[in-house]
């Protein structure tokens, strides 16, 4: 696996960038591993975008520092930086054909011509571009134009490549084929991949690595199953797949297990690591998809009782609201598994069992 | 793209303007007949025919007058109109070509400022700014008071009736007419493109030839023929800032129709000089063939 060279590629160490007021990353840090794929993810105005631009160089940090392979380029600009990006609206040059926006990179490095020529055909076939080569970006399709912009990038073979959205003006089953082609790419070429978007399932997908930002800041870095099954806050837990936020009063404690009075609920226990020792309440996320219902009363970590309040279709699964006696109110997911037999309808009365594991303590933003 | 099959290709330059289109159009097309292409044609007439003691057009047919065009006292004048024409739209396009570039890539907010600031100029009649220049630039004006002064020059320099002086004013009158065009070009120039050259490793001088001059092209053009074409039978700047000594075409042409009363070698100056125009637009604007 490729995370395991523990070389630092890029380092933002302590970036801060404000525009006149405000703030658009706030003290920074972060280690981007060599050869791994890396995803910025937030929704707009987080500040991602700016941080990826403090890389590629079209910004410089207000306060902070920015190395690529160790090397302190904070006030380089891009021309200078071995890093090189793919732009959201893909920045094709209209008046040069294929081949000559791929050679670009490659005429202003004054590589040799021939040898120019042979990387541009080998980057042109790597995203399967054959025959498109003297066309004008204005004759291809959303999808083609993409490649390009990807072909003109990697072509310059960068230590780091940026991806800013690259693949948000694509329909939804291009995006998702371009999803696998760029993760089987990165793995081809070893390159550091630096992906930013807003799309939670477009980083689980690809990522080795997810940092979530949210208002400037680094909410939680770890991989895809760490940050979908552990969220540390609110926000990450919401951002990333569906959660059910869940406050709670102490009742009991013992060691690493922990009893929570759910208001307008149940009591639930669960495995915390991370509560303050004097804390009286605590913040639990759980996924909908974790809560297992049963009409029968099984053995399990935790079980309550609940009313079956909504039921919406949604292909593949049901989407379920349950209702305690009590009034808590949340979200469930059960898969469609046969047609003939539905398990579960509305205005039934069921019970919901949820594993210790399945319960995370999360902070509030 | 391909049209339908079986559908009117509605692509609008393709397009006959159809009744309502001409209708809207008659005004313009009236006005152009009044005032442009009858006076053409009869600048025209005029220029193959000949005249007599008085200055009166006699209808002949002959080509001495364009003849005399090609006698080298005229050659000389024109090339000369041409040269000191070139001169200045070189000048134009150096200096406005950084103005119009920064005014197109500044912020929208105070874009309109600056385009109101390149205009400003034009709310004063343009003979008063002409005279304006000179106050400038004879030889007891703020300009040399201002060189005398810090020390530069030591005896006043002679700038007012020089050629010199006739390209600061043709300069100063045209650059306007550079900036505009070439900043409409500019403006609608993508950030992102500019940012990709730098990011694929050129430097602000590669960025510049190989992405932003290319996509700005129709801009530098216009701007380039805006200046070039008027500046050459430009008459009243050189009149004034070159005083007699610096004659252009424009001043011949105008010459002939006043003092000299000789319309009809007027009007033939004048075909050739159209002639220069329509060629040097001919070859600005041909198709590029690598354009799409």
């Given at each position: ?365 | ?95 406005g070509?950084?103005v119009a570039?920064w005014v197109?890539?500044a912020?929208?907010?105070v874009r309109n400022k600056l385009l109101a600031l390149i205009m400003i100029p034009f709310w004063t ?50 650059l306007p007419?550079?900036i505009l065009?070439?900043y ?109």
């Amino acid at each position: 696996m490729s995370t395991d060279a523990k070389e630092v590629m890029v380092e933002v160490r302590r970036v801060t960038k404000t525009f006149d007021e405000f703030t658009a990353v706030s003290d920074v840090s972060l280690e981007i591993r060599a050869g791994e794929f890396i995803t910025l993810l937030g929704p707009s105005g987080c500040g991602k975008t700016t941080l990826l631009r403090m890389i590629s160089g079209f910004e410089t940090p207000t306060q902070g520092q920015i190395f690529i392979a160790g090397q302190d380029v904070t006030h380089d600009p891009p021309y200078r930086r071995d890093a090189n990006q793919v732009f959201q609206s893909y920045a094709l040059f209209p008046h040069m054909t294929v081949k000559e926006n791929i050679g670009f990179g490659l005429r202003m490095k004054k590589v040799p011509k021939s040898e120019a020529q042979e990387r541009v055909r080998e980057a042109i076939a790597m995203v399967s571009l054959g025959g498109m080569e003297d066309r004008k970006p204005s004759q291809l399709s959303g999808g083609q134009r993409q490649r390009v912009a990807l072909a003109r990038a990697i072509v310059c073979r960068p230590k780091v490549l940026l991806l800013d959205e690259p693949l948000s003006a694509l329909d939804a089953k291009l995006r998702h084929a371009m999803q696998v082609e760029l993760k089987h790419l990165q793995q081809k070429l070893g390159i550091t991949f630096v992906f930013v978007t807003h799309d939670q399932e477009e980083a689980l997908t690809m990522s080795d690595r997810i940092a979530v930002i949210n208002q400037g800041k680094v909410e939680q870095l770890g991989d895809a199953t760490a940050i979908y099954h552990q969220p540390k806050t609110t926000f990450v837990a919401n951002f990333i797949g569906q959660a059910n936020i869940l406050e709670g009063r102490v009742v009991s404690r013992a060691g690493r297990k922990v009893t929570l009075r759910l208001e307008g609920g149940p009591e639930v226990t669960l495995l915390a690591d991370d509560l303050p020792d004097d804390a009286t309440t605590a913040m639990i996320s759980v996924r909908p998809e974790k809560i297992l219902i049963r009409k029968q009363r099984e053995e399990s970590d935790n079980v309550f009782e609940a009313e079956i309040a909504e039921e919406i279709f949604k292909g593949a699964t049901d989407q379920l609201m349950l209702r305690t006696p009590g009034g808590l109110e949340l979200w469930a997911v059960v898969a469609n598994e046969s047609a003939r037999q539905a398990t579960v309808h509305k205005g039934d009365k069921v019970f919901c069992h949820l594993h210790f594991d399945d319960i995370v303590v999360v902070q509030g933003n | 793209m391909t049209p339908t099959a079986g559908l009117p290709d509605t692509r609008g330059a393709e397009r006959a303007p159809g009744l309502r289109g001409w209708l809207l159009m008659a005004p313009l097309l009236a006005w152009l007949g009044a005032f442009v292409i009858a006076p053409t044609l009869i600048m025209l007439v005029y220029s193959f025919c000949d005249r007599d003691e008085l200055g009166q057009v006699v209808f002949t047919f002959s080509w001495s007058n364009y003849t005399r065009v090609f006698d080298p006292t005229y050659l000389k004048i024109l090339l000369k109109s041409v040269y000191y024409a070139a001169i200045t739209t070189a000048i134009c396009l150096v200096v406005g070509y950084p103005v119009a570039y920064w005014v197109g890539r500044a912020p929208e907010r105070v874009r309109n400022k600056l385009l109101a600031l390149i205009m400003i100029p034009f709310w004063t009649s343009f003979l008063i700014r002409t005279y304006a220049w000179m106050t400038i630039l004879k030889s007891e004006g703020p300009l040399n008071s201002l060189l005398l002064y810090l020390g530069m020059i030591s005896t006043p320099l002679d700038i007012l009736y020089t050629p010199t002086a006739v390209v600061i004013g043709l300069v100063y009158s045209y650059l306007p007419f550079m900036i505009l065009p070439i900043y409409g070009s500019v403006e609608k120039l993508d950030n992102a493109l500019v940012e990709a050259a730098f990011d694929l490793g050129a430097g602000p001088v590669r960025a510049f030839a190989s992405v932003i001059a290319p996509l700005t092209r129709p801009g530098i053009v216009a701007g380039v023929m805006l200046v070039f074409i008027p500046a050459i039978g430009m008459f009243a700047i050189t009149d004034l800032m070159g005083g007699a000594r610096v004659p252009m075409i424009g001043n011949v042409i105008q010459n002939q129709f006043g003092q000299a009363r000789d319309w009809p070698f007027g009007a033939a100056l004048g075909m050739t000089v159209l002639l220069l125009f329509a060629a040097t637009f001919w070859l600005t604007t041909k198709k590029d063939p690598s354009a799409t």
